[in-house]
């Protein structure tokens, strides 16, 4: 197992794509055990692993965030928040967090938020004298909560991994994901001063207000129909990313923004999105596998409670090591691999299933924006052309900020329980 673990760090210190570096410490695991008949169920293990029908919505939200950036939509939706907000010091930084609630509950994708946000917001908040790596900053921590408020791919994935009731996950995620947009909110008000960072509009105008909110009517309406049909059961999970595509076409229409035209474009564009991630999915899923037939994760849990019997302190040591693997592994990946070995630790240290699988989920969905390899960080860099390096370090006190509130889902299991327990979920 040593010898494994050393193919894998090797293999990540030498820059190889994640997928491969997954599959490859897969097949050197399966060749360590010593038995020939494992080779034959590999391809079977990588194809089961993708061959999942609730992992059917990740393309589907891919292609409503594709939409929902052509379509115009994401404009109506600035244009309102910033009518409420945009009079007060750094109100463009607060529309930056509002909007991305709005469109987490549509997109359920962190790196879809971001682009979006970083085609629509960004070139407006450095035209209004925003620092541009605060500005990048803001909008990569945003798309944090893309995973969080659901519906959630993130969350969709963890539920086939576990077995949790992705409807308990998605509503466990309402207050953490809203804790964390109000402390992004309050690391703004504390920056404005030291940044001064100016006003988007001169005052607040009610007529305006009313206005930009019909026009913006049918984008709002959309994270409605979608959690309530699922709440209310008028659609699976799975089937909620075609229901966002639709709700995305229709609210373009509306726009007059969408153009069957479009669609080879965007489909194009969300098939190659789509294809990286199930290719992890695929290849991690071996390694997923060996690891059960290794007997991995009873052995991991039989250690730690070998060093302590304490909950907090077996949480506060998973928190440390998702914290490191956030810097050094791409969050699906993560996800695969550290499922199997974390629940049961977490479920011995008293967390609820659920309250696990949402402190677990937005741990790794915070990897996301860790440097150094963290996907919407480089979606962020890419599309804003800003360095990584700039980016980073504005970046952090909102990272920090991310943490504290996790650590206290973590801690606190009523801030992910009251929503499902009120709702008769669990």
């Known amino acids: 197992m040593i010898f494994v673990v050393g193919v894998f760090a090797a293999l990540l210190l030498m820059g190889v794509p994640i997928c491969f570096v997954l599959g490859i410490t897969g097949v050197v695991h399966v060749a360590s055990f010593g038995t020939e008949q494992y080779f034959n169920i590999i391809v079977q293990k990588m194809f089961g692993g993708m061959s999942v029908s609730s992992l059917t919505c990740i393309p589907f939200f891919i292609v409503a965030g594709e939409l929902m950036n052509s379509g115009g939509v994401t404009v109506k939706l600035l244009d309102f928040i910033r009518s409420l907000v945009g009079h007060y010091r750094g109100g463009l930084a607060y529309v930056v967090v509002l909007v991305a609630v709005i469109l987490s509950a549509i997109l359920g994708s962190a790196n879809a938020v971001a682009a979006i946000l ?198 506060l040591l998973m928190f440390v090591i998702l914290i490191i693997v956030g810097c050094v592994m791409e969050a699906t990946a993560a996800m695969l691999i550290f499922t199997p070995v974390m629940m049961p630790l977490g479920v011995a240290a008293g967390m609820d299933p659920v309250q696990f699988g949402v402190w677990f989920s937005i741990m790794l969905t915070i990897a996301l924006v860790t440097p150094p390899v963290g996907m919407t960080l480089f979606v962020t860099s890419n599309i804003t052309k800003i360095p990584l390096e700039r980016i980073s370090k504005s970046l952090m006190p909102f990272i920090v900020a991310a943490l504290v509130v996790t650590l206290m889902v973590a801690i606190f299991p009523k801030l992910a329980l009251t929503i499902p327990r009120l709702m008769g979920i669990i």
Do not use: H
């Open 118 to 315: 970083c085609a629509v917001v960004v070139p407006e908040m450095i035209r209004d004298k925003y620092p541009d790596d605060f500005s990048a900053g803001l909008v990569c921590a945003s798309g944090v909560l893309g995973p969080i408020i659901p519906p959630s791919v993130t969350f969709v994935y963890f539920s086939v991994l576990s077995g949790v009731s992705v409807n308990a996950m998605f509503m466990a995620g309402v207050i953490p994901g809203v804790l964390i947009a109000l402390s992004y909110i309050t690391i703004i008000a504390i920056q404005t001063k030291r940044l001064k960072l100016p006003r988007s509009t001169d005052g607040f105008a009610l007529k305006i207000t009313l206005v930009t909110f019909v026009k913006a009517l049918p984008a709002l309406v959309v994270p409605v129909v979608l959690v309530g049909g699922i709440t209310t059961g008028m659609f699976t999970p799975a089937e909620s990313g075609a229901v966002a595509v639709f709700a995305a076409i229709m609210a373009s229409a509306i726009y007059g923004n969408f153009r069957p035209a479009l669609l080879p474009r965007v489909l194009m564009r969300s098939t190659t999105v789509t294809a990286g991630i199930f290719i992890i999915i695929g290849f991690g899923n071996i390694i997923g596998w060996t690891m059960a037939i290794a007997n991995v994760p009873a052995k991991v849990k039989e250690a730690v409670l070998g060093m302590t019997q304490s909950g907090i302190v077996i949480i």
